[in-house]
């Protein structure tokens, strides 16, 4: 299948500071790549669906300017958690729209934790 | 909009049984079934997913059945493996549309 890869996979930040992820497809295009964040034992919840050389698309409740993403290019797409608080730790995760027949992958996550 | 429901949240199963976990949906338009195994601390896997125009898919010891009709979906995992104990999610989608709509997940463990 198609690779979706993650970086880093796991961060530690300072209060107040900002912090990047990075989502690339490796051996595909993505014109649309989504960021989940997912809470211990809960199911995947939907951040914003990122299209490539537009705005993200935000789900009701996800603050745009405390989560802002960056999809510059059909292989990379940026979650970026701007002034961080302990209550922003979580597992986020993204994905990938592979091909016309609408298979997502998805990354391996990564685990933001702030202190 | 799409309201997935998935049972049981947890199974146990003993090495070599068979496990099937189901999943309904809501909306008649959703085409696209997948199903992710996600470990601990990483992120999901797509494991077999199904479209609306067939029945039945099978790959190996995993297979999925679909009801269009009822409106519910099942994954199938025969011969059970300790290697086969995760999380599984089932989804739901529209071609056209963006997003997935997950379930809440059933948490699989296969006894040795």
């Known amino acids: 299948g198609a690779v979706v890869s993650q970086h880093p996979s796991w961060v530690i930040c300072k209060s107040g500071t900002s912090v990047k992820i990075e989502c690339r497809s490796l051996d595909f295009q993505a014109t649309t790549m989504f960021w989940y964040r997912q809470f211990p034992k809960q199911s995947l919840m939907l951040m914003a669906t990122?299209?490539?050389?537009?705005?993200?698309?935000?789900e009701q409740g996800v603050e745009k300017d405390k989560f802002l993403i960056n999809h510059a290019s059909l292989t990379l797409s940026t979650l970026t958690v701007t002034s961080a608080h302990p209550e922003d730790s979580s597992f986020y995760i993204c994905?990938?729209?592979?091909?016309?027949?609408?298979?997502?992958?998805f990354g391996e996550g990564s685990w933001l934790t702030v202190v | 909009g799409e309201n997935v429901e998935q049972h049981p949240s947890t199974l146990s199963v003993q090495e070599g049984d068979s496990a099937v976990i189901k999943c309904t949906y809501s909306d008649s338009a959703s085409n696209y079934f997948p199903w992710y195994k996600q470990e601990l601390g990483k992120g999901p896997q797509l494991i077999i997913d199904?479209?609306?125009?067939?029945g039945e898919k099978k790959d190996q010891r995993i297979a999925v059945t679909l009801n269009k009709t009822a409106k519910h979906f099942s994954l199938h995992i025969t011969e059970t493996q300790p290697e086969d104990s995760a999380v599984y999610f089932c989804?739901?989608?529209?071609?056209?549309?963006?997003?997935?709509?997950f379930g809440t997940g059933t948490r699989l463990t296969v006894i040795p």
């Open positions: 990122s299209n490539e050389g537009s705005k993200a698309t935000y």
């Open positions: 994905s990938a729209r592979y091909g016309p027949g609408n298979t997502i992958y």
């Open positions: 989804a739901a989608s529209q071609d056209a549309a963006n997003n997935l709509f």
């Open positions: 199904i479209r609306s125009n067939v």
